[in-house]
C-alpha cells in the first residue's frame, strides 16, 4: 500500500475497532459511556464515515486492549518495520510464562553487548 487515503484509515480503523468491541461483548452504548462521546459518533467512526480523534483512539485502544501494531500494521510498507511488526505479533501470541522466558533471553543477549 503505497499511498493511503483518509478513507481507507478511517475505513480500517473503524473495521478494528467494532472487531474488538464485539470481542470485549461490548455494545457500541457501552464504549461511548466509557469514552464519554455520543453514540452516533461511534457509529459514524465503526461504519467508516468518521475520522477518529487521537485522544479518542488511544483511549479505545486502552479500553478494547488493541496494540499500536494492530491499528497501524495494514498501512506499513516499510520492511524493517513490517519485520518488527510481524515478531511483535509472533510474541503477542505467546503464553504470559513464554513472554517471561523470552523477556529474559532478551536482557542477556542485550547484556552481551
Known sequence: M?????????KIFGKI?????IKNKMTQEQLSEKLGI???YISRIENGNN??????????MNILGITPNT???????????????EISEK???????KKD?????????????
Open 71 to 85: 491499528i497501524y500494521a495494514s498501512f506499513i510498507t516499510n520492511e524493517e518495520a513490517t519485520k518488527n511488526i
Open 91 to 97: 510474541i503477542a501470541s505467546l503464553s504470559d510464562d
Open 17 to 21: 475497532l467494532r472487531d474488538f468491541r
Open 2 to 10: 503505497s499511498s493511503v487515503s483518509k478513507s481507507d484509515i478511517d
Open 101 to 113: 522466558f523470552l523477556n529474559s533471553m532478551i536482557d542477556l543477549l542485550k547484556n552481551l553487548d
Open 51 to 60: 475520522g477518529i480523534k487521537t485522544q479518542t483512539l488511544i483511549n479505545c
Open 38 to 40: 455520543s453514540l452516533k
